[in-house]
Every structure is written in structure tokens, then in C-alpha cells.
């Protein structure tokens, strides 16, 4: 009753036919004063346990890494569960922000639209300026609760007896849901742009076109909001599992990665703004959005040769 489940599901428990999840680990820990250890002894022993495995350890055996217990990776995993929508909601306004400006500003161009060219400049920006300063908003409240679990993705350390375990369920659990969002958020981005070619071959007006583009940004929005969601609960298990690109080496590395992509993004916002509404622009930012096409795909390939650089 205190646990708040059904006896159906403490008999399995009881018959080691399923294992009960990081948090009723913890109430059991607490109700029977007994550690987390002890309840998981004979569930999760790893066969082969090893937890020296980096060379900075195994040259000097002294050195100790801090320890990530049960509580604190549940705690983790929740707040991630929680943080996710709200990143990806974050990503879709960020992504969409140019939607309102490069449809306005199409629309200016036709008297009919009743729109002049500096009202739909003025509300385009606003409309933009506001979606990012709410994504931002959005993403800085995520990130002052993960602050606390910041050294997951940038320092070694250990985990308490039974977590991996428990971690490896919780990942195998949600996989199904990491593969469909992946799947269906490629799709999207490979649908997106097929009404830009349509328009494009059938040589349609500038406002169709313009349409077009809009729609692409809309559905890559939707897309990358599947993505940032699957993407968010599954690197908080790869980051307390130290797996894929959050292994002890990559840590080391993260920092350069980081800065990169920082630069990066803030030098191809300046050469659209640049080409766009410098001396040499017609501040027209609706046929300027081939830039951000551009720096999509570099972007890939600036990451590949750094990475090839690092190893070399």
C-alpha cells in the first residue's frame, strides 16, 4: 500500500519475473532501512564487473571517481523525462522563428495583400525575435535544473551498484520510441522539401515558392522536435551509461566540439544578416534562405573533419 502497487506486480517481483523501477528501488531502500545494494544483489550482478577502465585510473590507483548513486541517476532520468518536451518545443520555435518574416515579407510584394514592405520587415522580425527569446527562455530553465548533473557529460565517474542495470531496462524500454521518432523525423525532413521542387519545376510565382519554403521549415520544425525529444531521454541513459558519444574519451574532446559548433553558428547568422540586409543586400530575406540550407550540410562535414584532425 505504501508503494502504491498492485500485489500482481509484487509477486513478480517476488518470482524475479520483472524488476521494479529506479524509484520503488529507492522507497523499498528507505521502508526496510536497507541499501540499494542489498535489494539488487541477486537481480543485477554484473557478470564481469570491471570499473577501472580508464588509463588515468590504472596509472595512478589512487585516484577516485565520484559516485552516481541510485537516488541521484532516478532523479536524473526523471527530470530528463520531464526536461524533454519542453527542449523540443524550444527546437520547434527556434526552427520556425523565420516562418512569419519570409512569408510577410512574400506577401509585401503583392498590392492586393495590403501589406507594406517595412509593416511586414517589422512584424516578420518581432514575430522571429519572439519565438527565439521564448525558446531561449525555455531551454535556459532546462539547463539551470541540469546543472546540478553537468559532470555526466563532462567528467569520469562511477555509478553505485545495481544503476547500469537499471539504466540498460530503462534504455531497452524506450527504444522502441527513440526508433520511431528517429524514422519519422527523417521522413519528414525528406518530405519536406518536395512541394520547393514541385514549385521550382513547375516555375511557380515567387509568393508559391515562398510557400513552399515556409512549409519546408514548418515540417523540418516538427521534425527536429522529434528529434530533440527521443534524443534528450536517450542521452541522459547514454550519458549515466558513459556509451556512444558520451564515453570517457568523447568527454575529453566535448569542450572543442562545443566551442566549434558555438562559432559556427553564430558566423553563418552574421553572413545572413550580412548578405541580407548589408550594403550589398536587398533586405529581402525571404531569397536568402538557401544560406541556412548550406550551412546545414557543411555543418556535417565541418564536424567529420574535425573529428578526423582530433584522431590524427
Same mark, same amino acid.
Given at each position: ?15 524475479a ?6 524509484e520503488k ?6 521502508? !526496510?532501512s ?8 541477486? &537481480? ?8 577501472v ?17 541510485? &537516488?541521484?541517476a532516478?532523479?536524473?532520468?526523471k ?12 527546437? !520547434? ?6 516562418i ?16 507594406n514592405e ?11 525575435i519572439?519565438f %527565439?527569446?521564448?525558446? %531561449?527562455v525555455?531551454? +535556459?530553465?532546462?539547463?539551470a ?5 553537468a ?12 544503476? =547500469?542495470?537499471l ?11 527513440? =526508433?520511431?521518432?528517429k524514422?519519422v ?7 519536406s ?5 514541385v514549385?521550382?519545376?513547375?516555375d511557380?510565382?515567387?509568393? %508559391?515558392?515562398c ?16 528529434? %530533440? ?16 558519444e ?8 566535448s ?13 553563418? +547568422? ?6 541580407c ?5 536587398n533586405?529581402k530575406?525571404?531569397?536568402?534562405w538557401?544560406?541556412?540550407?548550406i550551412?546545414?550540410v ?8 574535425l ?6
Open positions: 500500500g505504501r508503494l502504491g502497487v498492485t500485489r500482481q506486480s509484487v509477486s513478480k517481483w517476488e518470482g519475473q520483472s524488476v521494479p523501477d529506479i528501488i529507492v522507497q523499498l531502500s528507505r521502508l !526496510f536497507v541499501t540499494t545494494d542489498y535489494l539488487l544483489k541477486d &537481480e543485477l550482478e554484473d557478470p564481469d564487473p570491471v570499473l577502465t580508464d588509463a588515468e585510473k590504472q596509472e595512478d590507483p589512487e585516484i577516485t571517481y565520484r559516485q552516481v548513486t541510485m &537516488e541521484e532516478s532523479v536524473y532520468m527530470m530528463e523525462r520531464e526536461n524533454a518536451p519542453k527542449k523540443a518545443l524550444a527546437t !520547434f520555435l527556434w526552427v520556425s522563428s523565420p512569419a518574416l519570409i512569408l510577410l515579407a512574400s506577401m509585401s510584394e503583392y498590392a492586393r495583400s495590403g501589406i517595412n509593416a511586414a520587415a517589422a512584424i516578420g522580425l518581432c514575430v522571429l519572439l %527565439v527569446a521564448i525558446g %531561449v525555455i531551454y +535556459t530553465s532546462c539547463s535544473k541540469e546543472k546540478e548533473y559532470f555526466l557529460e563532462k567528467e569520469p565517474f562511477e555509478t553505485e551498484y545495481g544503476v =547500469t542495470g539504466v540498460r531496462e530503462r534504455k531497452k524500454e524506450f527504444q522502441p520510441v527513440y =526508433t520511431r521518432n524514422i523525423g527523417t521522413v519528414l525532413c525528406i518530405f522539401v518536395m512541394p520547393l521542387f514549385a521550382m519545376g513547375l511557380a510565382g515567387d509568393i %508559391v515558392s510557400a513552399a519554403v515556409c512549409f519546408m521549415l514548418f515540417v523540418i520544425a516538427v521534425a527536429s522536435q522529434l528529434f %530533440v525529444y527521443a534524443g534528450t531521454i536517450n542521452d541522459s541513459m547514454q550519458k549515466l551509461l558513459e556509451e556512444e558520451y564515453t570517457r574519451e568523447n568527454k575529453a574532446r569542450g572543442i566540439y562545443s566551442a566549434v559548433s558555438t562559432c559556427y553558428w553564430l558566423l553563418v +547568422t552574421a553572413v545572413f544578416l550580412f548578405v540586409f548589408g550594403p550589398y543586400g533586405a530575406p525571404q531569397y536568402y538557401v544560406v541556412w540550407a550551412a546545414g557543411l555543418y556535417g562535414a565541418v564536424l567529420a573533419i573529428k578526423i584532425v582530433r584522431r590524427q
